[in-house]
């Protein structure tokens, strides 16, 4: 028989008792949104303990890792869904966003019925998570959030990922912003402007929104990130940026861009600075804040050796997704994408040892580092890049997909994401190219285009990746101010400026024309990267002005002029 002074918490799990005074965040959800919270227990802000517990016992494939991690399976989708992602049409923002593929229009009545659906699904649960925290660590600009999901797994992340509120900033938390995560459940696919099971929406007038049919968790990250491509630069003219960035022991400042496998984490992960975030940025008039509060680490192929920074920082408090673990041991196998390749950790930033907290810098960035892999291996290591040239590189956003890693591809692809960032974009790239350039002319940054391909020749003609120790002595040559007084040449057909000597790096690697040493022809080679950066840029072409137009390389291209548009 329970003694009569046992606490009732115990008997009671995360403190709620039946029939209790409903909180404020009770009330808000039942007002805003219908959740009916006398059959729903709302578990509001849990401890990061008790989000392990709800994991463990509600959620199948959850586990503890040896590491102390938790492990969970986000479901059929293991990646983001870009062809579903949504921004609804309506009066305040339509003149505003950049629509065509990457941002759908959906009509009010139609996001009406998706967040209805969410609702409603949500309402079914037996206990549903709320998660509220702040998104930008500059209090001026910063966003407040407020997460509603089905699954702990997705409450733990957002915690993560969100910059967790101090005890006081929680007792009267009223959000800007609101995602309802119904994401086990799907969209109707028959409801007008539905092209599947899937949706991924935002409401910019009603500041929410509603993911279905997808469990994958980087959907709130990368929603949130759109929220801020769009509130920033239009509301208080501060540049978004998908971006890593650290600080010097000086106070320098240096932003890195670059599309997967260009090294934009492991470049700003420098023992010899500061961290400042590896993913999501805005750079106001004061400086440079991150935006997030934790990281979002690829897991496939980590080890201790190669990035140590993110593997001590796989403890208890992260959580893995879709990743491979033995079921005795529970150590995981990095290597193994049984699941995806896409296999990934969010962490609290708090977890990297050289991460500046606050994740915030008050001076301006002293170099701007573009970074792309360029297979063909014809793109310099280093090149220093004018005002236009930073918009048009900023702009077409380029690496290369590498032979092999889709049937088909038997030579290195060129990829093309504007402003690095396409997905996530919400407004006309060329509005945050030209901010991007006010910015570094403003407060005379410099900036540089970083190949971390290949060298020598393409990767399919006898090439070699640019060894690592030189990319990182280039760098050091930036951060030190060596590599700006170096002499200059141009460089053929994309005009570029290029070093003729650069310390503790071979002269002969600098300038691709005299270290080439391929089978294929070296100037066929640079023409055929021209055109195809030319060919990308004509989508751009009606917004961009004549001086960015004349960054573009050099060639002669007969078919461009006479295809239409």
Not at 443 to 471: E, F, I, M, Q, S
């Amino acid at each position: 028989m329970l003694s009569q002074n046992v606490n009732k918490t115990a008997l009671h799990p995360h403190g709620i008792q039946p029939h209790h005074e409903h909180t404020e965040i009770e009330e808000e959800l039942h007002e805003k949104a219908h959740i009916d919270y006398d059959h729903v227990k709302i578990v509001a802000n849990p401890a990061v303990s008790a989000l392990y517990e709800d994991a463990l016992v509600y959620e199948t494939g959850s586990a503890i890792t040896s590491t102390g991690a938790l492990s969970a399976y986000s479901g059929a989708k293991t990646g983001r869904s870009p062809s579903d992602k949504r921004i609804v049409e309506e009066a305040t923002s339509k003149d505003d966003v950049w629509w065509g593929p990457v941002n759908k229009p959906i009509s009010p009545d139609v996001w009406k019925i998706n967040r209805e659906r969410a609702v409603d699904y949500l309402n079914t649960r037996s206990r549903i998570y709320v998660i509220d925290g702040f998104a930008g660590w500059d209090p001026r600009y910063r966003i407040k959030v407020r997460v509603v999901a089905a699954r702990a797994y997705h409450a733990l992340f957002m915690r993560n990922m969100l910059i967790r509120p101090k005890p006081e900033e929680l007792e009267h938390f009223h959000p800007d912003y609101v995602i309802y995560n119904a994401g086990a459940f799907p969209a109707n696919r028959y409801t007008l402007g539905m092209t599947s099971a899937t949706s991924v929406a935002i409401n910019f007038a009603e500041k929410e929104m509603v993911i279905l049919g997808t469990e994958y968790a980087g959907e709130m990250k990368k929603g949130i990130f759109t929220v801020l491509f769009y509130e920033m630069p239009v509301k208080h003219n501060v540049l978004t940026l998908h971006s890593s960035a650290n600080q010097g022991k000086d106070g320098d400042v240096t932003v890195f861009f670059g599309l997967s496998g260009t090294g934009k984490t492991t470049l700003s992960a420098d023992p010899k600075r500061m961290l400042i975030g590896d993913d999501e940025h805005c750079w106001s008039d004061t400086g440079v804040f991150n935006i997030e509060g934790g990281c979002y680490a690829k897991c496939i192929g980590l080890s201790a050796e190669k990035e140590p920074d993110i593997f001590n920082s796989i403890k208890f408090g992260a959580i893995l997704e879709n990743c491979v673990f033995d079921p005795t041991s529970r150590v995981v196998d990095y290597d193994d994408d049984a699941l995806t390749e896409n296999t990934r950790c969010a962490y609290p930033i708090e977890f990297i040892d050289n991460a500046k907290i606050p994740c915030i810098s008050d001076n301006h960035p002293t170099n701007i580092v573009l970074l792309t892999c360029d297979a063909r291996g014809v793109l310099p290591p280093i090149s220093k890049l004018n005002r236009e040239q930073v918009m048009y590189h900023f702009i077409s956003g380029y690496t290369s997909k590498m032979a092999g890693t889709e049937e088909g591809v038997t030579e290195p692809q060129a990829t093309f994401s504007s402003c690095f960032a396409q997905p996530f974009l919400a407004l006309h790239p060329m509005r945050y190219a030209k901010m991007l350039a006010d910015k570094i002319t403003e407060h005379k940054a410099d900036a540089w285009l970083l190949n971390t391909g290949w060298v020598g020749a393409g990767a399919a003609t006898g090439g070699k990746r640019c060894p690592l120790k030189y990319t990182r002595a280039i760098l050091d040559a930036i951060h030190n101010g060596e590599l700006a007084k170096q002499e200059y040449e141009t460089y053929e057909t994309f005009n570029l400026s290029v070093p003729k000597t650069c310390p503790n790096v071979p002269d002969e690697l600098l300038n691709p024309a005299k270290g080439w040493v391929g089978t294929t022809d070296f100037k066929e080679e640079v023409t055929k990267l021209g055109k195809l950066f030319v060919e990308n840029f004509q989508k751009f072409a009606d917004q961009a002005t004549p001086e960015v137009l004349a960054a573009a390389p050099q060639v002669s291209f007969v078919s461009l002029l006479c295809s239409p548009g």
